[in-house]
């Protein structure tokens, strides 16, 4: 198809058409180029193809929100290059157009942002999975994304800190003994103690926690449920926090089921844990490099150091393949080889 305009990028393309039945003034020229532009866009097969791989991921799939919308930024800006080189339907790409396309994203060429290896290496998976879908549902005659691989990113190794460290944290966290200071300690419990997502965490409901027998359950990527233990310091925290917070909380809100809410009665956000861990971690001396995450990652490598086999760590972290969990092992193993190091009486050369 032909187009005289650049596309409109896919989340203007989505919005267009809303508040069509208000009164408007004459439109200018700019307007009217606008809405020419927004027309040719609804018009691209290129665009649709787009849209209906988007909502395969989200119905068929199940992908989780966030991903969906990091998908959907990188296909918005993959159309916009394609736009610019004149490819306007899926049958028009190649190989090289998606290699080009690669370059554009590493190196801000197109005036976006400059994507590290990772980042980039996710928007070319966007689209290897856009042009296999098309594939295969026979929109296109052949795959031009089948042979572009991501670039390598290099592999980093999970940060986690020390028991000591993690107990001072959580020491931190209810400092001073006010409400917050008790829902804040009550989280980062549950993160420590049950390896949960922040996501996953401030996403419980009260019927998702079974306290009489320590339990809890996760919704985490793709909507996919696993039910974890929590210890019994998390128990008790929780307990504390539902008993002597929450119920306050609860009446400044308007009855949401969220476990954790914030000072208005509502669900507490993925930031406002982060503001409170950090504000922890200030005060315990840990730095700036603690995240939710660490507390992720110190929960697998403590289970492994404590001789947990790694399937069941898996388990536990909800993780899709178990190759994904085998990092932890190696952060075990450096562990294992200083302890080796420091304690064989023949495990160092001698001069």
Not at 90 to 95: A, D, G, L, N, T
Not at 144 to 153: E, F, S, Y
Request: proline share 5%; with cysteine.
């Amino acid at each position: 198809m032909s187009g005289t305009g650049s596309s409109v990028p896919l989340e203007a393309h989505r919005r267009a058409g809303k508040g069509r039945a208000r009164s408007m003034p004459s439109p200018s020229s700019s307007a009217l180029s606008h809405a020419a532009s927004c027309t040719v866009a609804s018009r691209s097969p290129l665009i649709r193809a787009v849209q209906g791989y988007l909502a395969h991921l989200r119905v068929e799939r199940g992908l989780a929100a966030n991903t969906l919308a990091a998908y959907r930024r990188d296909l918005d800006r993959y159309v916009t290059h394609l736009d610019s080189l004149g490819i306007r339907e899926p049958v028009q790409v190649r190989e090289e157009h998606v290699t080009a396309f690669l370059v554009t994203i590493r190196t801000g060429s197109d005036g976006g942002a400059v994507l590290g290896a990772s980042s980039a290496a996710r928007a070319v998976v966007a689209v290897r999975g856009l042009h296999k879908f098309l594939h295969l549902e026979g929109v296109a005659p052949a795959d031009p994304a089948g042979d572009v691989r991501p670039p390598t990113t290099p592999r980093r190794l999970p940060k986690a800190i020390r028991l000591s460290d993690v107990e001072r944290l959580l020491d931190a966290a209810s400092a001073g003994g006010t409400p917050s200071a008790l829902r804040d300690r009550a989280v980062l419990e549950l993160l420590y103690g049950s390896g949960a997502r922040i996501s996953e965490a401030v996403g419980l409901d009260i019927d998702d926690v079974d306290l009489t027998e320590g339990l809890a359950r996760l919704r985490g990527k793709g909507s996919k449920e696993r039910v974890v233990p929590v210890g019994s310091y998390a128990v008790a925290a929780l307990e504390a926090y539902l008993v002597r917070v929450r119920p306050d909380l609860a009446r400044r809100g308007r009855g949401t089921p969220a476990v954790f809410l914030n000072l208005r009665g509502g669900r507490l956000s993925r930031q406002s844990v982060w503001t409170a861990l950090q504000a922890a971690a200030e005060r315990a001396g840990l730095g700036a490099h603690v995240s939710p995450h660490t507390l992720r990652h110190s929960f697998a490598t403590h289970l492994l150091e404590g001789g947990a086999d790694v399937r069941v760590v898996q388990e536990l972290l909800g993780h899709a393949s178990v190759a994904t969990t085998q990092i932890y092992t190696q952060v075990t193993a450096d562990t294992l080889r200083e302890v080796y190091a420091a304690a064989h009486p023949r495990a160092l050369a001698t001069a």
